[in-house]
């Protein structure tokens, strides 16, 4: 059985900081997504990596695909209120998408 | 239509009643997911429609679970004598193509609660 563990699973940090999410699998997928979700919605794709090694940036939001394609993580860059919400790494193979545990994050003003 | 529409978005049932979730993904999107999410943690799958196909249904929890597609468009999860742990949140995907590379449209979901 595929898993994706995330961590933390919950962050609560003041605006402005930094902060880093960790997606990790001991199996190998073709890519990666990150999703967010918000309260009484569905996740919203954010990114999608294919490549090991492959680094994406979307404003102040740094992805990165592990080399062996097994993990990923997300940097936030100067957090702000509007961040929060939960976030999801999914794993795809050939159709299947396996998402993690997810990270509940809450940025205090 | 524009987005993935799911009904109803709220569902309060009485355990060992029968429910109906329903999925309309967008419109040419050929690849149907849905997924279960408990207290808004991490989501689990469910079950995978190609078309009307479902080649992969093994994330179903138990034969009170089953789910189908016509038309190649809508989807119904029916979930059979309920009990309390299927409480959750139940989320719909479309996707153009189920090929693993391209982007889940997620519906709002259906949130059930079994008394």
């Known amino acids: 059985t595929q898993l994706l563990e995330q961590s933390p699973q919950f962050l609560s940090i003041q605006e402005g900081e930094n902060l880093t999410v960790y997606c990790n699998s001991s199996?190998?997928?073709?890519?990666l997504q990150w999703y967010r979700q918000e309260p009484g919605e569905g996740p919203v794709l954010l990114v999608t990596v294919v490549t090991g090694g492959e680094v994406k940036k979307l404003k102040r939001l740094t992805f990165q695909f592990g080399d062996a394609r097994k993990d990923s993580s997300l940097h936030i860059t100067a957090a702000q209120t509007g961040d929060t919400g939960l976030y999801l790494c999914?794993?795809?193979?050939?159709?299947?998408?396996?998402f993690g545990t997810g990270t509940r994050l809450k940025v205090l003003a | 239509g524009a987005g993935v529409s799911q009904s109803p978005s709220n569902k309060v049932t009485e355990k060992g009643k029968d429910v109906e979730l329903r999925c309309d993904p967008i419109?040419?999107?050929?690849?149907l997911y849905w997924y279960r999410q408990s207290l808004g943690q991490g989501l689990e799958f469910l079950i995978y429609?190609?078309?009307?196909?479902?080649?992969?249904k093994s994330g179903l929890p138990s034969d009170r679970f089953s789910a189908e597609r016509t038309g190649g468009s809508v989807s119904t999860l029916t979930i059979q004598r309920t009990q309390q742990e299927d409480s959750a949140v139940y989320l719909c995907?479309?996707?153009?193509?189920?090929?693993?590379?391209?982007?889940?449209?997620f519906g709002a979901g259906s949130r059930l609660t079994v008394l």
């Open positions: 429609f190609q078309g009307n196909s479902a080649p992969d």
């Open positions: 995907a479309s996707s153009p193509a189920g090929d693993g590379a391209n982007v889940l449209t």
């Open positions: 999914a794993g795809s193979g050939t159709y299947k998408y396996i």
């Open positions: 199996s190998v997928f073709s890519s």
């Open positions: 419109s040419g999107h050929t690849a």
